[in-house]
């Protein structure tokens, strides 16, 4: 890795020169402090230019130091490409004097890397060892489709505490609302469960995408392997895509019933289309459960050409009539209303508690049909919602059985399987 990202750092400089263009290359993330995980071939680059100069530039510069890549967009472009085993991004940024005078998001990068790489010699392997044990127990990255830890993050846990067992001890007496300001000079006031003030810019919180569950999870966990230690925290047994027979055993055992809406996504980088992933999943739950439909959980993914939505039902077919209260009858021009809604009433007007109460036909009695008449008018991401209205197919309990993509059978695997930290072994 050493020989490659040095053979990248110098043809990049080298472009740089021919073209007249000031810029400070820098080596970023887990490579430039020895923090790497093994087997973790994520490579970080960035190109500095000063900040009357454009950022264009420096993309130029990335286009022409990779020809075969492709162009992400986060804050602003940036090159993406996998080259010589490693997953390369390209990414432009200011070199700036002081980072709380930013022009892009990015441009604190390089302070970080100055940060922790002036303090975290002979402290590496804690680092590796609290990354590997957030990577085992699911809780190990900050995108969206994680809600975990950063690199960075675990990085400074360690040089708050000193060392991996001294954090899982420390995370004992965690609670929500946790501040850890190592330069002490915090100002803004933050409300996510776990603050830590960036050393290099006291208005950022680096636990900013750390949900509550997931810093939950590391706690739970954490006490877990400090009662009885166990290197199952650290390299648990992967997940296997389900056959055919554990399958059925799975939902004979259960006995709920599991409804798939399959379909086929955009074409969008994980952190934009996850939280509508999550935002579709909670529309359609909340339809289910006002309509009678109990959810029990549910959960998404998306690989490849191909997205799945899963909800696990409590209850899945109703009764034909449906209670449905009404005003309290002094309430005249609401009951008059009311009781002039158009629908079939099998029982009533009788009183309850002081309100009219009708009983009516059930439109819906069965989830699948309550789903193909209304799952296109829910509200399911900007970008997800015409995906999944013009493609969508319903699977419902044993249908499941007919989707042989290994990519769901793995997703319905984890989902089955769910563990907040290694289940214990003799």
């Excluded at 002490?184 to 290099?200: E, F, M, Y």
């Excluded at 009781?339 to 989830?367: F, H």
């Excluded at 059978?409 to 072994?425: D, G, I, K, V």
Aim: proline content about 6%; aromatic content about 10%; hydrophobic content about 40%.
């Amino acid at each position: 890795m050493e020989r490659f990202v040095g053979e990248l750092l110098a043809r990049a400089g080298e472009l740089a020169r021919s073209q007249g263009l000031p810029c400070q290359v820098v080596l970023g993330g887990s490579a430039a402090r020895g923090t790497w995980l093994a087997g973790d071939h994520d490579i970080d680059i960035f190109l500095c230019v000063p900040e009357h100069r454009e950022l264009e530039e420096a993309m130029a510069i990335g286009r022409q130091l990779v020809l075969e890549h492709e162009e992400r967009y986060a804050e602003h472009p940036y090159v993406h490409a996998s080259l010589g085993g490693f997953d390369l991004d390209i990414v432009p940024c200011f070199s700036i004097s002081d980072p709380s005078h930013l022009r892009s998001a990015v441009d604190r990068t390089p302070f970080h890397t100055r940060y922790v790489a002036g303090r975290i010699r002979g402290l590496e392997d804690q680092v590796l060892l609290l990354k590997a044990f957030m990577k085992g127990i699911g809780v190990y990255g900050s995108e969206l489709r994680t809600g975990g830890f950063s690199g960075y993050l675990t990085e400074l846990l360690v040089l708050k505490y000193g060392s991996f067992a001294a954090v899982l001890e420390a995370s004992a007496s965690w609670r929500p609302g946790l501040v850890i300001d190592l330069e002490n000079h915090g100002s803004a006031i933050h409300t996510q469960p776990l603050v830590v003030v960036d050393p290099v810019d006291p208005r950022r919180n680096v636990a900013a995408a750390l949900t509550l569950d997931r810093f939950a999870q590391f706690i739970g966990a954490a006490r877990q392997f400090m009662a009885a230690p166990h290197e199952r925290f650290f390299f648990p047994a992967p997940a296997e895509p389900l056959k055919d027979g554990e399958l059925v055993r799975a939902l004979q055992a259960r006995k709920t019933m599991i409804i798939v809406v399959e379909f086929r996504p955009p074409d969008l980088v994980e952190d934009i289309i996850y939280p509508q992933l999550q935002k579709a999943q909670a529309s359609i739950r909340s339809l289910l459960d006002r309509e009678g439909f109990s959810v029990l959980r549910s959960g998404g993914n998306v690989s490849g050409q191909w997205g799945w939505l899963l909800f696990e039902l409590l209850v899945w077919e109703l009764p034909g009539v449906k209670k449905h209260p009404g005003p309290p009858v002094w309430e005249g021009q609401h009951l008059d209303s009311f009781l002039q809604e158009d629908r079939l009433i099998l029982s009533g007007p009788y009183i309850e508690e002081g309100r009219a109460v009708v009983e009516v036909l059930r439109k819906y009695r069965r989830p699948d049909d309550l789903l193909r008449d209304r799952l296109g008018s829910l509200s399911l991401g900007h970008h997800l919602s015409p995906s999944i209205r013009s493609s969508f197919v319903l699977y419902q309990g044993w249908e499941i059985l007919s989707i042989q993509s290994q990519d769901f059978r793995l997703f319905l695997s984890r989902y089955l399987s769910l563990r907040a930290w290694p289940a214990a072994q003799d």
